[in-house]
């Protein structure tokens, strides 16, 4: 089955979108990535986005007309990708873009994106909604990714951890054996990425190579007294997002530093070594980790992996050495998700969101070629072997 995997995160910089061609060999899921792209965000769409964002309060009218316009969005990114690999497609997984999400009690989620728009536009049926369903269950909704790491990762001798470094970092510890912890760590790029913003005055989205940072000296006082967020001291199942470290809390952080007299350089340095110290923390408290493969934007940014290697004492990888590349991943992740929503497999993992019990998640969209895909659905079952659970995948080629 082709099925593209479309993901917007909370950096806003763009819609990545992979198609991932998944065969399944007995316990085994094969992918072959064909194609990927980072399809760019307008920038009327990008900052009408922005204004409905924490701390900001959106009309229901501005949500309403976003979810259609980024509906539109998303399927010009799954018609780009499709075209990029010049196949046909089956199934589309959309994440959609978080515009809130409220971990504490009562909680709450919203990605839009109309899937019925992306259905509309490409003629294919598509897996949305991936969050709610589990917060039905009392979980967090949030990180969704461990059930695709735990299968891509798991090593017979070695622990690994799975770090996204997106506008939240977020991490899968996968061991030999037991269950797998992940959590959100805390911010990842966004803080970077908003006081890059603001000390710019909107003329760079962000600290390209972390070139800005790498000039500027860390301020271990400030560090220290950031490090004190209450957040960071939580236990896990946690989950957080642009709520609590978003464009407010950069401004209040830079103001912060400004008043103390450090330089713009100086204050990117301490912001970006805060993403690198927490993520550390959190390694830290785990049992053991022998390799730490990073993916998403914040693997771009040398300063930050350099941070990281020099408080890390394990092995450093990117995903790219799995053939994975690091950029795609999350977008190769929700498209394999999707892909199990239509086998009626499980996906959350209760152990990293606290939900009660494994679910089927996301929600189907009908598209031109739902009875055929229906079909074909009811044909494989006649052939696959019942009660024998995936247990590995592997990435077979990369773009």
């Known amino acids: 089955m082709n099925v593209i995997g479309l993901m917007s995160g909370t950096s806003l910089d763009a819609i990545d979108a992979a198609l991932v061609e998944i065969v399944k060999r007995d316990q085994t899921l094969e992918l072959t990535l064909h194609a990927f792209l980072m399809h760019p965000l307008d920038n009327a769409l990008r900052d009408a986005v922005r204004e409905i964002l924490p701390p900001n309060e ?13 509906g539109e969005a998303f399927a010009q990114a799954a018609q780009a990708v499709k075209a990029k690999a010049n196949l046909e497609v089956d199934l589309i997984a959309s994440h959609g873009q978080t515009v809130y999400h409220q971990a504490q009690v009562p909680r709450s989620t919203l990605q839009i994106a109309s899937p019925a728009i992306i259905a509309a536009r490409t003629g294919c049926t598509v897996v949305s909604d991936f969050r709610s369903r589990d ?118 952080l830079v103001n912060e530093g400004q008043n103390l007299g450090l330089s713009d350089a100086d204050i990117l340095a301490t912001l970006t070594t805060l993403t690198a110290q927490t993520i550390t923390d959190s390694l830290e408290k785990l049992p053991r980790v022998d390799e ?96 024998r659970p995936i247990k590995r995948l592997i990435v077979r080629q990369i773009v």
């Open 58 to 70: 959106g009309s229901t009218r501005a949500v309403c007309e976003l979810n259609f316009a980024l």
């Open 135 to 252: 917060i039905a269950l009392g979980g967090h909704g949030a990180p969704l990714v461990p059930w695709f790491d735990n299968l891509l990762f798991r090593h017979e001798i070695l622990h690994r951890v799975s770090l996204n470094i997106g506008g939240m970092a977020n991490l899968s510890y996968v061991p030999p054996s037991g269950e797998i912890i992940a959590f959100d760590t805390g911010p990842g790029n966004v803080l970077i990425d908003e006081a890059m913003r603001i000390i710019s005055k909107d003329e760079k989205q962000f600290d390209e190579n972390g070139d800005f940072a790498k000039r500027g000296k860390i301020s271990e006082n400030l560090l220290q007294k950031w490090l004190a967020q209450p957040y960071f001291q939580l236990s896990p199942p946690k989950s957080t997002g642009r709520e609590l470290f978003g464009p407010q809390e950069a401004q209040n």
């Open 292 to 387: 730490l493969f990073v993916a998403g934007g914040g693997a771009q940014n040398a300063f930050l992996m350099e941070q990281i290697g020099a408080r890390f004492s394990g092995a450093l990888r990117h995903t790219n050495e799995l053939n994975l590349p690091s950029d795609a991943k999350e977008a190769v992740a929700f498209a394999t998700m999707g892909f199990a929503t239509w086998q009626d497999w499980p996906t959350n993992v209760p152990s990293a969101t606290g939900a009660s019990h494994t679910a089927i998640l996301g929600s189907i969209t009908p598209g031109d070629n739902f009875l055929s895909l229906t079909r074909r659905r009811i044909l494989d079952s006649f052939f696959e072997h019942q009660g």
